[in-house]
């Protein structure tokens, strides 16, 4: 499993040590676009707990913010209206599957529709 690294660029966005487009805000999680969008709308979900990955999110996060996380990211596919149209949520996890920094988050991809999922073998 991938360590955790404090000097990630997510951690230095919960620290306030560089800025980001917020979209929703709570105790337990933070929602901003992404600077690299990849589809018209694309916002990152990260729990502000130290958690690298999927993995160690669901294997160490207590049942209560688990839940919080669930739902502050179906608030956020609310609040931006997101259900009408269809979305796409993405989680990245270690190296093969493209996880590039190592704090876990969500990728919520709307606006336009996506195609396939991954280019077939």
């Known amino acids: 499993m ?6 990630n660029i997510f951690a230095r966005i919960l620290r306030g ?11 337990d999680i933070l929602a901003f676009h992404d600077i690299t969008p990849k589809a018209p709308i694309h916002i990152l979900v990260i ?10 999110f669901y294997n160490n996060a207590g049942a209560e913010e688990l839940l919080r996380f669930s739902r502050g990211v179906t608030h956020v596919i609310d ?3 997101l259900q009408k149209d269809g979305y796409r949520i993405l989680a990245n ?5 493209g996880q590039e920094v190592p704090h876990f988050h969500l990728h919520i ?13």
């Not at 606006?111 to 396939?116: D, I, K, N, Y």
Request: hydrophobic share 30%; glycine share 12%.
């Open 79 to 81: 609040q931006l209206g």
């Open 47 to 56: 729990p502000k707990g130290k958690y690298a990955t999927l993995h160690d």
């Open 93 to 97: 996890c270690g190296l093969f599957g």
């Open 2 to 7: 991938q360590p955790y690294d404090e000097s």
């Open 17 to 27: 040590e560089i800025p980001a487009q917020k979209v929703y805000e709570d105790d």
């Open 109 to 121: 991809l709307a606006g336009r529709p996506l195609g396939a999922m991954v280019t077939p073998l």
